[in-house]
């Protein structure tokens, strides 16, 4: 179960609640707690996490407009994204850059793919091989420099590591590169040996930026590992690793967490060009399989909408406004015809369809020739010279206004009939074309 199923799974259990109570929201979070801990979120970062998600949540029942759903999946997602910190802007001048990290991690690939993005961006970059432990790393990195076209610096068969920093930093200043990436070596677990390799690197090279490169698979054991470069040379930020395959990527929540809260790249496959600089929204919905956020926020606010009309008809108050607010989602639903046809109506003479778009189209110009004043306050519009300085605005005949007035008046009566059944207010304030007809024949 990846942790986006968990939250899920967690938001359905609110679902099902009538009222958002500390019972139902414990329930929940109890569910969030177990996916973040199988996503190899640490358990510290974990009860941080959740007894904020909480207070909101609890905090969150005042909020009147969105519902249940929709307002605790956009508090777990904001929590998240809060925790992931924020988007990271690359500095694009002359700098000298540090790749630390575990055996396999990606730092090489990432060298590479650094040195790719600094030159798109009109910087020369240059690369030097500082890894003198795996025999293969200076083969890998030269041929990887070779693909992108970018400056290489490496001393085969040398085994001081410091020796090549010295070297390659004079090299590559001589060739006038501008960005400077420097491969180190990786061990299996971190040890004195490697922190006393990397704490005399860092003396001898003075890196402007030191990335911690983590892959989205290594899971709990992230936090720790980050913890541990950091007490040895200053971590600026992570780099994540890999998060185009299946790892679950909360290790990296979690190291991220660890050194302060900053991600600055993540890498997205094998090839040069698989880096994305990291955009923390885009990041969590990656890792908690939110695809489409915007279209979810989008769904927020047509919530809104609803329950301002369910307001609206429980005071038998609907007016301009939410109606015209009704009739535009019940318009995204797709073609009159569509939605109609989806509601069982199969038979719909075409013309009936069409007076009834047309007639929407009609409405649609007449509110918005409406003043405010006008939109808030229907009894208004019973007024014929009002209508007649309408009709004139929206280019229809004064007769038509009229008969759109009496239509809402006719829906308006209707709607505080219903305002005592919620069941089926909700259904109608939910756009369901069956009871068009009722919408005063929209
Ligand atoms: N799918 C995918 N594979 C990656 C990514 N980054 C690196 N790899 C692969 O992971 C493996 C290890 O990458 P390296 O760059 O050699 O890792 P390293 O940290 O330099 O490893 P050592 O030098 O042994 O410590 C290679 O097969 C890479 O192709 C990535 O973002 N996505
Ligand atoms: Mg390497």
Redesign the pocket.
């Known amino acids: 179960m990846d942790l986006g199923e968990g939250i899920r799974k967690a938001i359905a259990k609110i679902n099902g609640a009538s009222v958002i109570d500390e019972v139902a929201v414990n329930e929940m979070i109890k569910e969030i707690q177990r996916s973040l801990i199988l996503s190899d979120v640490e358990i510290e970062l974990v009860s941080k996490l959740t007894s904020n998600i909480k207070k909101q949540a609890l905090e969150a029942k005042i909020q009147a407009g969105i519902s249940n759903r929709e307002l605790i999946i956009k508090i777990v997602y904001d929590q998240l994204v809060l925790m992931m910190g924020e988007n990271y802007s690359p500095q694009l001048n002359s700098q000298k850059i540090m790749l630390v990290?575990?055996?396999?991690?990606?730092?090489?690939?990432?060298c590479a793919k650094l040195a790719k993005f600094y030159s798109s961006k009109g910087l020369k970059p240059g690369v030097i091989a500082a890894?003198v432990h795996?025999p293969a790393?200076y083969e890998?990195l030269e041929q990887l420099s070779k693909s992108i076209n970018v400056d290489f610096f490496g001393i085969k068969g040398e085994t001081d590591a410091s020796k090549v920093v010295e070297k390659g930093l004079e090299h590559l200043h001589k060739n006038n590169c501008q960005v400077i990436i420097l491969?180190t070596?990786?061990r299996s677990a971190f040890d004195v040996e490697l922190a006393e390799e990397l704490k005399v690197m860092s003396r001898i090279y003075a890196p402007d930026q030191t990335y911690l490169?983590i892959?989205a698979d290594i899971g709990q054991v992230a936090g720790k590992q980050a913890r541990q470069f950091n007490s040895n040379v200053k971590i600026d930020g992570v780099i994540v690793?890999?998060?185009?395959?299946s790892g679950k990527g909360g290790g990296a929540l979690s190291a991220v967490n660890a050194v302060g809260g900053k991600v600055c790249f993540i890498?997205?496959?094998?090839k040069p060009d698989?880096l994305e600089v990291f955009d923390s929204k885009k990041f969590v919905a990656r890792l908690c399989g939110f695809a489409d956020l915007p279209a979810l926020l989008e769904k927020l606010k047509d919530s809104a909408q609803e329950e301002a009309l369910m307001k609206a008809a429980e005071i038998g108050k609907l007016d301009y406004e939410s109606f015209m607010g009704q009739l535009k989602s019940l318009k995204k639903m797709g073609p009159l015809k569509g939605v109609l046809q989806m509601m069982g109506a199969y038979d719909l003479p075409a013309d009936v369809v069409g007076k009834s778009e047309e007639r929407l189209k009609k409405f649609e110009a007449a509110v918005n020739s409406m003043t405010i004043y006008e939109r808030r306050n229907p009894q208004a519009m019973k007024n014929i010279s009002r209508q007649a300085r309408v009709a004139k605005g929206a280019g229809l005949d004064p007769q038509t206004v009229k008969e759109l007035v009496s239509n809402f008046e006719k829906a308006n009566k209707m709607m505080k009939g219903f305002s005592s059944n919620k069941g089926l207010l909700r259904r109608m304030a939910k756009g369901f074309p069956q009871l068009g007809s009722g919408f005063g024949g929209f």
């Open positions: 990290g575990l055996f396999g991690a990606g730092k090489t690939t990432t890894d795996r790393a890998q491969d070596a990786g490169v892959s690793t890999k998060m185009d395959g890498g997205s496959g094998e698989a």
